[in-house]
């Protein structure tokens, strides 16, 4: 069965820490990969997304995240987080051709000031 | 920019209660979403609707049904509400150009 691993929950960073947020998927064609986040009493909102070409894309806020096909990963990064970072950040993974969203348990990320 | 309404933010019903949530879209998409969104499992699709009228079972569709009478809403219904449906429900829209989901501000229903 399909299926996306987030494989931290929760992570409690410091500011100015580096974050990096795992993301796994079983699938084994081509898929659009998203990282979607959601701020305390917000709507989930798209961080950035993949669809084709360079592997490393830059989202909003200064996210990052990298497409390594052979790990089937799709690895969230920041550098340096900010307290206004705190949220609960989703991977989801969507068959080409299909309307088939498959989402990450989520991870709760906890900024310290 | 895409805008995702769901009408109730919170309600609190009671077991055998007949729910309806609401959802509009304002961007004139084909395809809308419902989701269901509990701690420690994710979001998990309840049902799919890719036209007026038609839908889709997601991957947990008992105990709810659906109504898309026009192309702009998407009604989730729980015909006979239970205490084990207290979760976070969530709309959703999508245009397969953009190929990302547009979210509601999700529905937090408690059912007693």
């Known amino acids: 069965a399909q299926s996306v691993s987030q494989h931290n929950h929760h992570v409690i960073l410091s500011e100015a820490a580096s974050l990096e947020l795992g993301c796994n998927y079983s699938y084994g064609g081509t898929v659009n990969l998203f990282w979607y986040v959601q701020y305390p009493g917000q709507h989930l909102q798209l961080l950035l997304k993949?669809?084709?070409?360079?592997?490393l894309v830059k989202g909003i806020k200064g996210f990052e995240a990298e497409f390594i096909k052979s790990k089937f990963s799709f690895n969230l990064r920041k550098p340096s987080v900010q307290w206004s970072d705190t949220a609960e950040y989703f991977c989801a993974v969507n068959p080409h051709g299909t309307y088939k969203y498959i989402f990450g348990t989520g991870t709760r990320l906890k900024v310290l000031a | 920019d895409v805008k995702v309404t769901q009408s109730s933010r919170y309600l609190v019903k009671r077991t055998g209660e007949k729910v309806f949530l609401e959802c509009v879209q304002d961007m004139d998409h084909e395809n809308m979403f419902w989701y269901r969104q509990d701690p420690g499992l994710g979001l998990r699709l309840i049902y799919f609707s890719y036209d007026v009228k038609m839908k889709e079972k997601g991957d947990i569709p008992e105990g709810y049904s659906v109504s898309r009478e026009k192309k702009e809403r998407f009604s989730l219904i729980l015909e006979s509400a239970s205490t084990n449906q207290t979760s976070m429900y969530l709309c959703a829209s999508w245009t397969p150009e953009l190929g990302e989901l547009f979210f509601g501000e999700g529905s937090r229903l408690t059912v007693l």
């Open positions: 993949y669809f084709s070409g360079d592997p």
